[in-house]
């Protein structure tokens, strides 16, 4: 059983920037082989993709709305994954989620498509 937990959160103001850590433990979970996603759900809105690696790191994949601006990592000796985000909005404003795919390096994006999530770090931009 793998255990995700978010951190890095907090209060910034517009423009600037978080790096938000997703910290895996479990005996067996090597995060390096699986896809690991970052979603957000803001107040009142569905919970939404915002970025995913697939295993192995071959490919990135991005919300539209925040691509050029956050970028998704991973440090498979820490088995930690990163989202840096830079140039932050308002809009961004929300709890932010890791998760691991249920289909081991395969990257989805919908939220059906991940399990072990995290507890959530709030990130909150000021205008």
């Known amino acids: 059983q793998v255990q995700l937990v978010e951190s890095g959160g907090g209060l910034v103001q517009a423009g600037g920037s978080l790096r938000l850590s997703c910290a895996a433990s479990?005996?067996?979970?090597?995060?390096?082989?699986?896809?690991m996603g970052w979603f957000r759900q803001a107040p009142g809105k569905e919970r939404e993709f915002v970025a995913g690696?697939?295993?192995?790191?071959?490919?990135?994949k991005y919300a539209n709305s925040v691509k050029g601006r956050f970028t998704i990592s991973r440090d498979n000796a820490k088995n930690t994954a990163y989202l840096q985000m830079n140039s932050l909005k308002p809009d961004d404003t929300a709890v932010y989620y890791c998760?691991?795919?249920?289909?081991?390096?395969?990257?989805?994006?919908?939220?059906?498509?991940?399990?072990?999530w995290g507890q959530g770090t709030q990130v909150t931009v000021s205008s």
């Open positions: 998760a691991a795919s249920l289909y081991g390096n395969v990257l989805r994006t919908a939220t059906t498509d991940f399990r072990s």
């Open positions: 690696l697939s295993g192995g790191g071959g490919s990135t």
């Open positions: 479990g005996r067996t979970f090597s995060m390096y082989q699986y896809a």
